[in-house]
């Protein structure tokens, strides 16, 4: 959902600082490592610690290398399968090392268990709602759902949410607590957008299925039709021998 209307707002914001790139000599594929790796640095050196705060203000600066990259492919005509694999890729990287973060605070100094496992929850079920989409176009489904939360939607939540409760630690009361509610509101985002996937999938394979069975039989039905119309011609064959 954000991914529709965000993206095209950004891109538009963000593109004269990618043609500025460009006129440096500075590649695509330079910005999404060079991107990943702030965000991975952002993640888990500041998270585990529970400077959510510091940390939100690292990835923020380098989580929107995922737009200036693509911009950047598009002003180049360079857009290529390798750069929408390898941006892919590296966004699940980034992805895992936010969620990871949490789940190591959470496991550590932050002593909840259960808030460990939803995070962990949480980064395991966005790399698969991520799966089944890919999985189900590389079979040639068109996977006509985008589901309830999508990578964007994951980000923004809790990325807002930890930011503000970083705030906790320059002396504002209570704000830490909205951390734990957008991991169990990803958490449960995500479970049902994995559902809708599934069930979209699953619903598509049967209609293609069914569509090629009867492509099938349309084939085959001349032959039987053929078959019959010689059968029919030696009965006939035989009756007018019968009558003689």
Same mark, same amino acid.
């Given at each position: 959902?954000?991914?529709?209307?965000?993206?095209?707002?950004?891109?538009?914001?963000?593109?004269?600082?990618? %043609?500025?790139?460009?006129?440096?000599?500075?590649?695509?594929?330079?910005?999404?490592?060079?991107?990943?790796?702030?965000?991975? *640095?952002?993640?888990?050196?500041?998270?585990?610690?529970?400077?959510?705060? @510091?940390?939100?203000?690292?990835?923020?600066?380098?989580?929107? =290398?995922?737009?200036?990259?693509?911009?950047?492919? /598009? !002003?180049?005509?360079? =857009?290529?399968? @390798?750069?929408?694999?390898?941006?892919?890729?590296?966004?699940?990287?980034?992805?895992?090392?936010?969620?990871?973060?949490?789940?190591? @605070?959470?496991?550590?100094?932050?002593?909840?268990?259960?808030?460990?496992?939803?995070?962990?929850?949480?980064? %395991? +079920?966005? !790399?698969?709602?991520?799966?089944?989409? *890919?999985?189900?176009?590389?079979?040639?489904?068109?996977?006509?759902?985008?589901?309830?939360?999508?990578?964007?939607?994951?980000?923004?939540? +809790?990325?807002?949410?930890?930011?503000?409760?970083?705030?906790?630690?320059?002396?504002?009361?209570?704000? !830490?607590?909205?951390?734990?509610? $957008?991991? @169990?509101?990803?958490?449960?985002? =995500?479970?049902?957008?994995?559902?809708?996937?599934?069930?979209?999938? /699953?619903?598509?394979? $049967?209609?293609?299925? *069914?569509?090629?069975?009867?492509?099938?039989?349309?084939?085959?039905?001349?032959?039987?039709?053929?078959?019959?119309?010689?059968?029919?011609?030696?009965?006939?064959?035989?009756?007018?021998?019968?009558?003689?």
């Amino acid at each position: 959902m954000l991914n529709k209307y965000a993206r095209a707002f950004f891109t538009r914001v963000l593109t004269p600082f990618a %043609a500025f790139l460009i006129r440096r000599g500075v590649s695509p594929d330079t910005v999404t490592l060079i991107g990943t790796a702030g965000v991975v *640095a952002g993640a888990l050196v500041f998270y585990p610690r529970g400077e959510f705060f @510091w940390g939100t203000v690292v990835i923020t600066l380098f989580v929107f =290398s995922d737009l200036v990259d693509g911009n950047m492919a /598009r !002003q180049l005509g360079r =857009s290529s399968r @390798w750069g929408a694999f390898l941006d892919s890729t590296l966004d699940r990287v980034a992805d895992g090392a936010i969620f990871g973060g949490f789940a190591l @605070w959470y496991a550590g100094n932050g002593d909840d268990n259960v808030l460990c496992a939803v995070s962990i929850f949480c980064l %395991a +079920s966005g !790399q698969v709602v991520s799966y089944t989409k *890919a999985r189900g176009e590389s079979i040639g489904l068109p996977v006509a759902v985008n589901g309830l939360v999508e990578r964007a939607e994951r980000l923004v939540v +809790s990325l807002v949410a930890a930011g503000l409760a970083g705030l906790h630690a320059f002396g504002v009361p209570g704000i !830490q607590y909205l951390l734990p509610v $957008a991991l @169990w509101v990803v958490a449960v985002g =995500s479970l049902v957008t994995l559902i809708q996937r599934v069930v979209t999938v /699953r619903r598509e394979s $049967a209609e293609a299925e *069914a569509a090629a069975a009867q492509d099938e039989q349309g084939q085959n039905n001349p032959q039987e039709h053929e078959a019959q119309g010689h059968e029919a011609q030696g009965h006939e064959a035989q009756g007018r021998e019968a009558a003689k």
